[in-house]
């Protein structure tokens, strides 16, 4: 089947800095990524819906300069969280989607990202 | 706007007795529905869906759903469960009109005891 695969799986970093997360297809063009957020025992939120090669659609409530997508290719989509503060401390997974139907969704192991 | 809705925060089952967790959605049209299992630190494992058709869906690990359109339901069950049962399950809903997006239930956390 479908891999979707997501780096870091886990990520510790100090308060002000940036960290970037990775998305990949591996054996698929995916021209739908979206990303989604999740706190510690509560279910997902989507963030944000980025296709390959636009802007990417936010959530309302999602800071868009905060975090940072870029859909560059087919096959990667990033995730990037500018000057982190620890209450971005959160895990974050990502989806792609291979075609127009929401069936062919694959989603990514997670990156869980600590702030301190 | 899609919304979904799990009742059970958590449910403590006995290894071997069945399992049933209930979910609720709402939304205007027939939506896609799907449920996800998440073991801890990990990423979403899709379950089953349902699209159209048979209504009585049967996914992988044993687990089944049935939609009921009356009652906007999309329940899981599995007859019997094991001890690598217990994780948290998600239910979901999606729809094209949406563009694609998942709406996604609070979860269910499932203990399993011995």
């Known amino acids: 089947g479908a891999v979707v695969s997501q780096h870091p799986s886990w990520v510790i970093c100090k308060s002000g800095t940036s960290v970037k997360i990775e998305c990949r297809s591996l054996?698929?063009?995916?021209?739908?990524m979206f990303w989604y957020r999740q706190f510690p025992k509560q279910s997902l939120m989507l963030m944000a819906t980025?296709?390959?090669?636009?802007?990417?659609?936010?959530e309302q409530g999602v800071e868009k300069d905060k975090f940072l997508i870029n859909h560059a290719s087919l096959t990667l989509s990033t995730l990037t969280v500018t000057s982190a503060h620890p209450e971005d401390s959160s895990f974050y997974i990502c989806?792609?989607?291979?075609?127009?139907?929401?069936?062919?969704?694959?989603f990514g192991s997670g990156t869980q990202l600590s702030v301190l | 706007a899609q919304s979904v809705t799990q009742p059970d925060i958590h449910i403590t089952v006995s290894e071997g007795a069945s399992l049933e967790l209930r979910c609720n959605y709402s939304?205007?049209?027939?939506?896609?529905l799907f449920w996800y299992v998440q073991s801890p630190g990990q990423g979403l494992q899709l379950l089953l869906k349902?699209?159209?058709?048979?209504?009585l869906v049967q996914g992988i690990k044993g687990f089944e759903a049935e939609f009921k359109r009356s009652q906007s339901s999309f329940n899981l069950r599995k007859p019997s469960v094991h001890w690598s049962d217990a994780a948290e399950y998600f239910c979901?809903?999606?729809?094209?009109?949406?563009?694609?997006?998942?709406?996604f239930g609070g979860g269910t956390r499932v203990l399993v005891k011995p």
């Open positions: 349902y699209f159209s058709g048979d209504t």
């Open positions: 979901a809903v999606g729809a094209i009109a949406a563009g694609n997006k998942l709406t």
């Open positions: 980025s296709n390959e090669g636009s802007k990417a659609t936010y």
């Open positions: 054996d698929f063009q995916a021209t739908t």
């Open positions: 939304y205007g049209a027939t939506p896609y």
């Open positions: 989806s792609a989607r291979g075609s127009r139907v929401v069936e062919k969704l694959f």
